[in-house]
């Protein structure tokens, strides 16, 4: 079955403070993962996605197929980082949905 | 570009009564999605459809619940005789076709049921 972890409910961290948001994964295919963000009262988006290796706001995100892993990372948090974030999966087979975990809540301290 | 629209925000039910939330997709996008989110719980997908069809349902419950993309007008979720365990924030996305590039998500719809 798929699955995603998402260990941690709430992180809080200082602003500056380096921050990693854990996520693993379970799935027997080859996975997509994604990285959603939700900012207070706003709708949510996306992040960043594997396959595009690429850095927004800061943060990263290395697939470790070995571990089963997708963490997020940035090396300084900012305060304005402080949101829901959720880890998601796409599966392979035509389908379009997405598998998400349930979300760690991060807050940046000033 | 408005983005997606989800209507109402906030839905207050009586148990035994229907719900019907409104999604309409970014002006032409032709796929959308529909997702659950319990309280603590992460976004759990409902149904995929596209313009007239649908594409996958797998989430669905199996009864009272169904949804619709009409050739126009808005993606209709609908739940009949609601209960206090439907009680969630319901999220529509759409792309434009196939391919999560462009998948934008609406606002949600909160429903509780009393």
């Known amino acids: 079955a798929q699955r995603v972890t998402q260990p941690e409910k709430l992180l809080s961290v200082f602003k500056g403070a380096p921050v990693e948001l854990k996520c693993n994964y379970s799935?027997?295919?080859?996975?997509?993962l994604f990285w959603y963000v939700q900012y207070s009262r706003q709708r949510l988006q996306l992040l960043l996605r594997h396959i595009s290796r690429e850095s927004i706001k800061g943060f990263t995100a290395d697939l470790n197929k070995g571990e089963t892993s997708f963490h997020l990372k940035k090396p300084f948090a900012q305060e304005e980082d402080s949101a829901m974030y959720y880890c998601?999966?796409?599966?392979?087979?035509?389908?379009?949905?997405?598998?998400f975990g349930k979300g760690t809540k991060l807050t940046v301290n000033p | 570009n408005a983005g997606v629209m989800q209507n109402p925000r906030h839905l207050v039910r009586r148990r035994g009564q229907e719900a019907r939330l409104r999604c309409s997709p970014v002006k032409g996008h032709s796929h959308v999605y529909w997702y659950r989110q319990l309280p603590e719980e992460g976004l759990k997908f409902m149904v995929y459809l596209q313009k007239e069809n649908i594409i996958d349902e797998s989430g669905m419950p199996k009864e009272r619940f169904s949804a619709e993309f009409p050739k126009e007008g808005p993606s209709i979720l609908r739940i009949q005789q609601v209960v206090r365990g439907d009680s969630a924030a319901y999220f529509c996305?759409?792309?434009?076709?196939?391919?999560?590039?462009?998948?934008?998500f609406g606002s949600g719809t909160r429903l509780t049921v009393v």
């Open positions: 996305a759409s792309s434009p076709s196939v391919g999560l590039y462009g998948y934008t």
């Open positions: 799935y027997s295919g080859s996975p997509e």
């Open positions: 998601a999966l796409r599966t392979q087979g035509g389908s379009e949905k997405l598998v």
